[in-house]
């Protein structure tokens, strides 16, 4: 059952200033956190219900792709030619290219792919909380090093992506469950990051916002502790980010990590992908009911133009965010409290967030 | 027999290519017929041809234009083949002489598929015009004819030209969904529809089609009677046709001709003859008086700083309509009469 999410608390480790964003009341649901296991089980089954219209190769692997000419010439090859490593081929009129942040695909076509290494490695796990809690609010907290976030699971378990330079990442896999447990939970609570200048500022500046807003801001709550880790649940991946300039080709469509790659702060690098998902489905899906040839560059053209749009300003913003909380430095801290709390406060601004997150 | 292959030429020469933007291959095979034309359309010529297809006789006289003998010219002359292949560029390159005419795909598609899902109700998923039979005359290189096959009908794709149905056949071996359900023939309408019925071969003959369609040919025909005719002749009753084309008037003249041609050069100089134009009330008068109904005229406009079409309320340039065959036809009635007193 995927797990609803009412509230989501982001608060800085350096200056305690914390945003919440839940729907009032707590009716609606802001979002949902399902588990990749479960996603992949129900994809898997929904696939087997369709093998008249869907054959999935497990186990295969290309070795080589041939591409069309853009109009037909003779003795050209019309259609896109995948060869696998089984010595099959395969002819296509459309390729959709879904093989992550390294794809063959892209490099392949040779399309020029704006991107650089965050000097960061993301670890994940999945904890066991001390106590079971009415486990609806994700938690992110921005240390120096890197955001730590803890997303729920059930009542009992909360998923962790601790994103941090690559040695720390390391040391945090090397060690066993109890000190790996103990960082845990000193990332989410200890103080030593503060400074006293920033402390007062902080306090200042809240005090003076419910001044005049006094109804504004969401009663604080306190993120769970941890108490064990599930088995053989650590890993780590390196992060950074990436952007195809072309999402297309005559007869081929990048979706996913293969044509975008966030850093996982905002949560939002999946949601990219079904994005991407959804817009090719309706545009191919008019494409066929027109009775166009579905690898046609029209309306691959018109997938490019709205997933481009959409993501490259989430892109941008996340990026951006990453970079807002990489530092220590006095100013930059002061002004991400600052801004912090007025969004906190000012609910037209968290729900254009929100807007935009759930789209 | 004289003024039948007069006919035939003459409705050749108006067939010569899908549109306003042929090629200057296609022009020169034009020119090649024009030369040939003695007179100008006759009445007695129209009238033979009016018992012609009435009768259901066979036309003996299978005066195929004699470019068609280039449709087999892969064993004899490389200089053909070289020109079917460059042909074949222009045809199915979507930002080239003919990017208009795919552009147009975006509006006539819709609009076929969309009036015949009104009147048949296919039961086929996935394939909203399956089961039915339908004739694109003027098929040029199968522009049209592949997207209607691939919504799941049987097309018959005719035009003169026999270059351009060797491109139009070529293109569409390649996809397997399209191999069993398109065809093409070299001939005209004429022809077709003079054809003995039944005789084996299901696409020619008499009253065999859900539907036709003439997308930009009929601003290129000198005798529009006859090819309202044969249009009746080879549709089912109740079947649709469907006509792309362009209205005469002045602003066809100001921006079809000066503009499209001579100014801007989107089509070729000489391509369209503003005489030739019809409007849409004379073109439905004519089809009504040829057994047809006329259930839809819409505008059509074509953006050339956007390379696309939109429909519009205005029908001053470019229009698309949309006329069923009517049902209760007096003159088979008559006929089938006749044939029962000759009997009795």
């Known amino acids: ?359 | 027999t004289n003024n039948i292959s007069c006919s035939v030429q003459r409705l050749v020469k108006g067939n010569f290519s899908r549109l306003p933007l042929g090629t200057k291959v296609c022009e020169r095979l034009v020119r090649g017929f024009v030369g040939r034309q003695r007179s100008a359309s006759s009445w007695t010529a129209v009238c033979t041809q009016r018992a012609v297809c009435k009768q259901r006789a066979v036309c003996k006289q299978r005066t195929q234009p004699t470019v068609t003998c280039h449709t087999s010219a892969r064993s004899v002359d490389p200089d053909e083949l070289r020109r079917f292949q460059s042909l074949a560029g222009k045809w199915w390159d979507d930002h080239g002489e003919f990017a208009a005419l795919h552009a147009l795909n975006d509006l006539r598609v819709p609009f076929i598929r969309d009036n015949l899902l009104n009147v048949h109700r296919t039961r086929v998923p996935g394939k909203p015009l399956g089961g039915l039979r339908i004739l694109d005359v003027g098929c040029g290189g199968g522009l049209l004819t592949e997207p209607l096959g691939r919504l799941g009908a049987n097309v018959l794709g005719i035009d003169p030209v026999g270059d351009s149905i060797g491109t139009a056949k070529l293109h569409s071996s390649i996809d397997p969904d399209l191999r069993d359900r398109v065809r093409y023939r070299a001939c005209t309408l004429e022809e077709l529809s003079a054809e003995r019925e039944g005789g084996g071969r299901e696409e020619q003959g008499a009253a065999q089609f859900h539907a036709v369609v003439a997308s930009e040919v009929v601003e290129h025909l000198a005798d529009l009677e006859t090819f309202g005719l044969c249009c009746n002749h080879v549709l089912k009753p109740g079947g649709s046709l469907f006509i792309t084309t362009i209205n005469k008037t002045n602003l066809s003249y100001a921006l079809g001709i000066v503009v499209a041609e001579q100014l801007l050069r989107i089509v070729p100089s000489g391509t369209h003859d503003w005489e030739k134009f019809i409007s849409p009330v004379e073109l439905e008068r004519l089809l009504e008086s040829n057994g047809f109904s006329v259930q839809s005229v819409r505008g059509m406009l074509y953006n050339p700083a956007s390379g696309a079409w939109s429909w519009t309320d205005s029908t001053a340039i470019n229009y698309a309509l949309h006329a069923v065959k009517v049902r209760d036809d007096p003159d088979a009635n008559q006929a089938e009469g006749h044939a029962e007193a000759a009997h009795s």
């Not at chain 1, 992060?239 to 905002?266: F, Q, W």
Request: with cysteine; aromatic share 6%; hydrophobic share 40%.
């Open chain 1, 1 to 359: 059952v995927p797990l609803p999410l009412y509230l989501d608390s982001v608060w800085d480790a350096c200056s305690d200033v914390l945003i919440t964003f839940d729907k009032e009341d707590m009716q609606d649901e802001m979002a949902h956190i399902v588990e990749n296991d479960v996603v992949v089980a129900a994809l898997t089954k929904q696939l087997d219900d369709l093998s008249d219209n869907v054959q999935v190769k497990y186990r295969s692997k290309v070795v080589k792709y041939s591409w069309p000419m853009p109009h037909q010439q003779a003795n050209a090859i019309p259609w896109v030619k995948v060869t696998l490593a089984s010595g099959e081929s395969v002819e296509t009129k459309l390729l959709i290219g879904a093989d992550g942040p390294n794809s063959m695909v892209r490099q392949e076509l040779g399309i020029p792919t704006v991107k650089w290494n965050y000097d960061q490695s993301a670890v994940v796990a999945v904890l066991h909380l001390s106590e079971p809690t009415e486990n609806n609010v994700a938690w992110q907290r921005f240390l120096p090093s890197g955001p730590i976030a803890m997303l729920p699971l059930s009542d009992t378990e909360s998923s962790l992506v601790w994103s941090t330079s690559h040695q720390q990442a390391q040391e945090l896999l090397e060690l066993d469950e109890e000190s790996f447990v103990d960082a845990i939970n000193s990332a989410f609570w200890s103080n030593e990051n503060q400074s006293e200048l920033i402390e007062t500022a902080g306090s200042l500046f809240r005090s003076t916002l419910s001044a005049i807003m006094p109804s504004a801001g969401s009663p604080r709550q306190l993120p769970p502790s941890v108490a064990g880790i599930g088995p053989k649940s650590r890993v780590k991946f390196p992060l950074g980010i990436g952007h195809a300039s072309e999402y297309i080709r005559h007869r081929v469509a990048l979706i996913g990590d293969a044509a975008h790659r966030v850093h996982p702060l905002a949560g939002q690098g999946a949601n990219l992908g079904f994005g991407d998902v959804a817009c090719l489905t309706r545009i191919l899906s008019q494409a066929a009911f027109d009775g166009k040839d579905l690898g046609a560059m029209q309306h691959l053209l018109e997938y490019e133009t709205e997933r481009q749009r959409h993501n490259l300003p989430m892109m941008a913003a996340i990026d951006l965010m990453k970079r807002l909380y990489s530092t220590n430095a006095a100013p930059v801290v002061l002004l991400r409290t600052f801004g912090l709390q007025a969004t906190n406060m000012v609910p037209a601004l968290k729900e254009q967030i929100m807007g935009f997150a759930s789209k």
